[in-house]
């Protein structure tokens, strides 16, 4: 492989403080210094005018489907979405079937992810046998095995003392233990946020208190055990105040925020659309205001997509019927880049923080920055570029997405994995 | 004016044009309830098709028979003879309808929103017959109509919504039917069935019933279901009827020309005392009747006949 020279990108690593014009050289899969002339001279070149170069993309969120979902995504067409949004580096969510509860089902991703996969990408494994809430999964085994964290995401561990059982064990591992925060009790055959527009419409409305009450548990939790525990898909302006106040008084949380409850609010469901039916749910727009601030302050500490495929069959449904949730890989960075940097005006080096550095560390993969010696996952993405997404046209498997037919601004244009360029102007290389 | 709307989904979306179209257009089709010959050409060669998924016997009955008397053939499938039970969508159940020519879908269906989604796949008129919580447009339709055949106009008059709103459809069609007309509405019931968001549609909520039974000139019950007991809502139906229901003590605070109305199905000796029921102040059969002109109207216009003329005094 030769080595690679991206020259005249504006290169930002937040890892290093680094936001200026400048080159990378990447070579035997490394970040690396600056080589000599005749090096230089046998370098591939890419051209990064008018470029941003940064860190390859992270995400803490994504469910591939694979193994047992396959008709709406696979790790293969998966890690191809992430690619093409650029992300280097993906953690998956154990939600398959059967779901990755045991060491073994945690070996077969790893297999298939070495086949398939064009983007780093790392299992997570249950925290209960079956996903079902009643008695803890092997989660020594499933350490050894592999996953970066534990998580019944898609579901939410009900029992505070199986919760509380499940951190103290887990932080002898130190793996951080993610949750999606949802006290079923209050949201039976929940849609929607509750509100003015669930009444409006006529759905069941999910209660931001639903969420903000296991938030306040899983706080309680953490504090009381010292145990790591990572909250997903923050969707409540309390649930943000909650963590704000933790984080204050020295609580170990972290708390990720998702491109389209930043982007989106319940108001979009008017129409009945199923491309904005998720889980947590879009909620109001003081929600969405205080999510945007919890990433400001750093209540909230890094942005994942909660790529979710379905089919477009699952999808053309009534809304009551269709499942939860929207794709996120291909559509992250406009997006973001849209709310948060010309919106919100956050820094762009910001932005590429909450993308990059932030979420590895989460997790504890030596990923998301530009450092020498840092692996070459490299994302070159023109912060301008105007294009228009058409799902059925991108890489994943399925094209659940509001954006869908859109047109974004901002746009990834090469995907560079381990010095490999495996994403290019639309088309996967690896 | 003349008619242009295909479906019939919501009364939310209706002009106060369009309400009172239909309001003049079912008065005209209610004279011809009473002559001999009780049937009308107007929908002849028309085939309707009602797509109940939802059980419900007033209703369908009344588009059954306002279909008929408007001359159109019409077949009404059920949940349970339809394809639903062995997993066809309702996307592929509808397609059918279509490949099968009929030309307008009248359909019930648990899920809010179902026949906004419908009338986007098809190309023939869907008419909203009840969809979850959502609306149930031509019970909003008729309930007014019966409101304005004893009232006049409603611009101002005071209406009582009394019950689980909460998951009531035929309160959402009546809010909107009911503001878009001007009037002045209130609903009652336990907080837990009467949240506030409610007010966001242009009416009050109270939980005071005398405060809100003084002078009113209409009280609109509605069905109390014993689920929502199950699911906390509120604690038996014996203090529901305590608290709630409506009785002669209560009915004395109304209006002296107040009438007392409900959709149906009843629950006797619950959400009303019996005697009130079939009491003459009680309008509950003339608003069944009634449903059969307002659902011819509907028919009508959305198969694409035109509207009576609106009298500037209605």
């Known amino acids: 492989m030769p080595a690679l020279w991206i020259q005249n990108a504006r290169v930002i690593d937040p890892a290093s403080r680094r936001d200026a014009p400048g080159d990378l050289f990447l070579d035997q899969g490394r970040i690396v210094a600056p080589p000599s002339a005749a090096a230089r001279k046998r370098a591939r070149r890419i051209d990064a005018r008018g470029l941003v170069a940064c860190p390859g993309l992270v995400d803490v969120h994504v469910h591939f489907r694979e193994p047992g979902q396959t008709h709406k ?65 092997p989660i020594g085994s499933l350490k050894r095995a592999g996953v970066v964290a534990i998580t019944d995401d898609g ?76 909250l997903q898909h923050i969707s409540s302006r309390y649930s943000v105040d909650h963590i704000r106040r933790a984080k204050a008084r020295g609580v170990r949380v972290t708390a990720e925020a998702t491109p389209h409850h930043l982007a989106l609010t319940e108001e979009a469901l008017a129409g009945y659309d199923t491309h904005f039916k998720m889980n ?108 228009r997404y058409d799902a059925k046209a991108g890489q994943s498997k399925s094209s659940n997405s509001p954006w869908s037919g859109r047109d974004l601004r901002g746009r990834v244009r090469t995907t560079i994995v381990g010095g490999k360029v495996v994403y290019t102007d639309g088309r996967i290389t690896a | ?152 106009s409603l611009r101002g008059r005071k209406v009582v919504i009394l019950g ?32 506030p968001w409610f007010t966001h549609l242009g009416v009050k909520v109270s939980h005071d019933l005398r405060g809100a039974l003084a002078d009113a000139e209409v009280v609109m019950l509605l069905r109390i279901q014993h689920e929502r007991q199950a699911a906390g809502h509120f604690p038996s139906l014996g203090e529901y009827t305590g608290m709630f229901g409506l009785n002669k003590t209560r009915a004395s605070w109304l209006n002296p020309k107040a009438i007392i109305m409900h959709p149906g199905p009843i629950n006797r000796g619950v959400e009303i005392d019996s005697e009130l029921a079939d009491g003459e102040r009680s309008v509950i059969l003339e608003q069944v009747t009634n449903g059969i002109a307002v659902r011819m109207a509907v028919l009508y216009l959305c198969a694409g006949g035109q509207p009576e003329q609106v009298s500037p005094v209605a």
């Open chain 1, 155 to 230: 579901e939410c561990v009900q029992s505070n003392d199986l919760m509380r059982r499940a951190v103290e064990y887990a932080r002898m591992f130190s793996l951080p233990v993610m949750d999606h925060c949802q006290d079923y009790s209050m949201t039976q055959g929940a849609v929607m946020n509750e509100g003015v527009v669930s009444t409006r419409l006529g759905l069941r409305g999910w209660p931001h208190a639903a969420e903000d009450i296991i938030v306040a548990r899983n706080i309680i939790l953490a504090e009381q055990t010292g145990a790591h525990i990572h």
């Open chain 1, 73 to 137: 995504e696979t790790i293969a067409t998966g890690s191809r979405a992430a690619a093409a949004g650029g992300f280097t580096t993906v953690v998956c969510m154990p939600n398959t079937s059967p779901v990755a509860d045991n060491s073994g089902t945690i070996q077969l991703m790893k297999d298939v992810i070495a086949r398939d996969a064009v983007v780093r990408v790392h299992p997570t494994g249950c925290i209960t046998v079956g996903m079902k809430g009643q008695a803890l999964a």
């Open chain 2, 1 to 152: 004016m003349s008619w242009q709307r295909r479906h019939l989904l919501t009364v939310e979306e209706l002009t106060l044009t369009e309400l009172e179209q239909i309001h003049a257009t079912a008065a005209a089709f209610k004279r011809t309830l009473s002559r001999n010959m009780r049937k009308v050409p107007a929908l002849r060669g028309k085939t309707i098709v009602n797509l109940f998924l939802e059980p419900s016997t007033r209703t369908r009955m009344a588009f059954e028979m306002a279909a008929k008397r408007l001359s159109a053939d019409v077949i009404s499938l059920d949940g349970a003879s339809s394809s639903a039970t062995k997993g066809e969508t309702l996307r592929d159940t509808a397609e059918n309808i279509q490949a099968l020519q009929a030309d307008m879908i009248v359909i019930r269906h648990a899920a809010a929103g179902s026949p906004l989604y419908l009338s986007r796949l098809l190309d023939i008129p869907v008419i909203n017959a009840g969809d979850g919580a959502h609306e149930h447009p031509t019970q909003g339709l008729l309930d007014t109509f019966t409101m304005k055949e004893h009232l006049g």
């Open chain 1, 280 to 387: 947590p749910p879009l909620r109001t727009e003081a929600d969405r205001q205080a999510l945007i601030a919890g990433l400001r302050d750093g209540t909230l500490d890094i942005i994942a997509t909660d790529h979710a495929p379905h089919t477009d069959y699952e999808k053309d449904k009534e809304f009551d019927y269709a499942p939860n949730g929207i794709l996120g890989l291909e559509t992250a960075l406009p997006v973001c880049l849209d709310v948060l940097v010309r919106q919100a005006r956050f820094k762009l080096s910001r932005v590429v923080d909450l993308m990059t550095r932030r979420p590895a560390a989460i997790v504890d993969l030596p990923a998301g920055t530009l450092a020498e010696g840092a692996a070459a996952d490299v994302c070159l993405f023109d912060p301008e570029e105007k294009w």
């Open chain 2, 164 to 195: 689980d709103i909460l998951f009531s459809r035929v309160a959402r069609s009546n809010i909107h039917a009911l503001t878009k007309l001007g009037a002045d509405v209130t609903l009652v019931g336990p907080s837990t069935l009467v949240p």
